[in-house]
């Protein structure tokens, strides 16, 4: 199985709700199992995505880097994420 993984520019805490609605969210547009990948920091760093051998597009990962950058925007605390 492909370990495809979508990595994230600036790294960002988050909070346990946040990464639970990364992962799903990664896992619903990419139709793929994923995974919320942390730094020794306890810092997301990306996205991993159990793809197989089928292609991620481009599109998906560009998609999940814009909701991962929602999340840590500077008021996303009042998105209603928790």
């Not at 492909?2 to 520019?9: E, H, N």
């Not at 597009?57 to 950058?69: C, G, K, L």
Request: with cysteine.
């Amino acid at each position: 199985m492909t370990d495809f993984r979508v990595r994230f520019g600036k790294p960002a805490k988050l909070g346990q709700d946040a990464a639970l609605a990364l992962e799903d969210y990664a896992r619903a547009i990419s139709s793929c199992d994923a995974v919320v990948v942390f730094d020794a920091a306890h810092k997301v760093t990306g996205v991993a995505l159990a793809a197989g051998q089928k292609p991620v597009p481009d599109s998906v990962s560009q998609d999940i880097q814009m909701f991962f950058d929602s999340l840590t925007a500077e008021n996303a605390d009042k998105l209603g994420w928790s």
